[in-house]
């Protein structure tokens, strides 16, 4: 039973440009949550995703987008990168019937030069 | 919204000690706290986890105990192990299923 994937594994991009990450949730799983977590900090919510839905918003700006799949998978775009968006990127999903776990995928290093 | 806050920030003990780490959360609505560990380029791995409606769980070296009216929780790691060292964080869950994360303690075990 495969668990959280994410991809890619890292990615350098330049400064002003779009990037896409993506994240498959573990089998059974239909809710989708991503975090940012900057070096030695813990991770910071970015949106929630279930039924292909973005169901709540931490405090990131609207440069921050997502989107969910029928097959539960899901996307995060961030738009015109700024050097402080360098961080890893976690993806947790989570088990359907109001349960609260969250299993977290291994993440995408993003690095912004 | 939620904060919460974690300490010791890093925790040095010999093996076969005990640690704890406390944490505190200021929603009172917040009603699950999970334990996550991670090591070092891991993702975080939920270890444990406690419900509102519930005082302590245990699950064999590790437990986790709360306390609404103060709105703290603990984890405790009894018979420390050199694989034990690792970063672990604490969360809340606002209403939503949001989590709010501490900022992390740095576990060390000396052998």
């Known amino acids: 039973d495969a668990g959280v994937t994410q991809s890619p594994t890292h990615l350098i991009k330049t400064r002003g440009q779009q990037v896409t990450l993506r994240c498959s949730p573990k089998?059974?799983?239909?809710?989708v949550s991503w975090y940012q977590q900057a070096l030695g900090q813990g991770p910071q919510f970015i949106f929630q995703?279930?039924?292909?839905?973005?169901?709540q918003r931490g405090n990131f700006p609207d440069r921050f987008s997502g989107h969910q799949f029928p097959n539960y998978s899901s996307e995060l775009n961030v738009n015109a990168l700024l050097l402080g968006d360098s961080a890893l990127y976690l993806c947790?999903?989570?088990?359907?019937?109001?349960?609260?776990?969250?299993?977290f995928g291994p993440g995408t290093r993003l690095t912004v030069t | 919204g939620e904060n919460v806050e974690q300490h010791p920030s890093t925790l040095s003990v010999q093996e076969g000690d005990s640690a704890v780490i406390k944490c505190t959360y200021s929603?009172?609505?917040?009603?699950?706290f999970p334990w996550y560990k991670q090591e070092l380029g891991k993702r975080p791995q939920l270890i444990i986890d406690?419900?509102?409606?519930?005082g302590e769980k245990k699950d064999q070296r590790i437990a986790v105990t709360l306390n609404k009216t103060a709105k703290h929780f603990s984890l405790h790691i009894t018979e420390t192990q050199p694989e034990d060292s690792a970063v672990y964080f604490c969360?809340?869950?606002?209403?939503?299923?949001?989590?709010?994360f501490g900022a992390g303690t740095i576990l060390r075990v000396k052998s």
């Open positions: 947790a999903s989570s088990p359907p019937g109001g349960t609260y776990e969250q299993y």
């Open positions: 089998s059974g799983h239909d809710t």
């Open positions: 995703y279930y039924e292909e839905e973005e169901r």
């Open positions: 929603d009172s609505a917040s009603n699950y």
């Open positions: 406690i419900r509102s409606n519930v």
């Open positions: 969360a809340a869950m606002e209403y939503g299923n949001k989590l709010v």
